[in-house]
T-cell receptor
Framework: GQNIDQPTEMTATEGAIVQINCTYQTSGFNGLFWYQQHAGEAPTFLSYNVLDGLEEKGRFSSFLSRSKGYSYLLLKELQMKDSASYLCAPMDSNYQLIWGAGTKLIIKP | GAVVSQHPSWVICKSGTSVKIECRSLDFQATTMFWYRQFPKQSLMLMATSNEGSKATYEQGVEKDKFLINHASLTLSTLTVTSAHPEDSSFYIC????????????FGPGTRLTVT
């Protein structure tokens, strides 16, 4: 079956760094997406990794290891507005995104 | 770039009536559009995938006669919830895929439907 494993909730301090891990099992693999979703809003695109390695985009970086079925999202210089759910969504062989429940990130002052 | 709009952003309707939700890609042509539903504190649930000019592909358990999808152009897809019932109350979100060599998918802001 297809499965995504992320921590349910994480807490971090404003200005700090946090890493959100994701392990996945899919039928085939065509890359992995990270999305941010604030409560009551639709997801917004953060990153798309197809190849192994680290992709940096401003304060956010995403890492992928296809052989390990593992990805992480790294958020630096945390701001209060970063409080949201972060969704790891791998794409299967049919180019369908597989969704889990995401990680709720709480930022404290 | 890559902006997707949805209309309306929220709607309240009476049980038994139908509601149409529009999804538009504003600055790109979307080869594929997706419709999702999300209940509070739950993950996104894909309802259907639609390609311009062809019939939508519905996920298992989603009634195609109840949730009518029309993908008339590369920038517009509509979802019509027919004979709505209170259990259809949910957050409906569309997304659009740019296509080509990228599979990036961008979401509309969502439509909150309440059926009374």
């Amino acid at each position: 079956g297809q499965n995504i494993d992320q921590p349910t909730e994480m807490t971090a301090t404003e200005g700090a760094i946090v890493q959100i891990n994701c392990t996945y099992q899919t039928s085939g693999f065509n890359g992995l997406f990270w999305y941010q979703q604030h409560a009551g809003e639709a997801p917004t695109f953060l990153s798309y990794n197809v190849l192994d390695g680290l992709e940096e985009k401003g304060r956010f970086s995403s890492f992928l290891s296809r052989s390990k079925g593992y990805s992480y999202l790294l958020l630096k210089e945390l701001q209060m507005k970063d409080s949201a759910s972060y969704l790891c969504a791998p794409m299967d062989s049919n180019y369908q995104l597989i969704w889990g429940a995401g990680t709720k990130l709480i930022i404290k002052p | 770039g890559a902006v997707v709009s949805q209309h309306p952003s929220w709607v309240i309707c009476k049980s038994g009536t139908s509601v149409k939700i529009e999804c538009r890609s504003l600055d790109f042509q979307a080869t594929t559009m997706f419709w999702y539903r999300q209940f509070p504190k739950q993950s996104l649930m894909l309802m259907a995938t639609s390609n311009e000019g062809s019939k939508a592909t519905y996920e298992q358990g989603v009634e195609k006669d109840k949730f009518l999808i029309n993908h008339a152009s590369l920038t517009l897809s509509t979802l019509t919830v027919t004979s709505a019932h209170p259990e259809d109350s949910s957050f409906y979100i569309c997304s659009a895929r740019i296509g080509g060599e990228t599979y990036e998918q961008y979401f509309g802001p969502g439509t909150r439907l309440t059926v009374t």
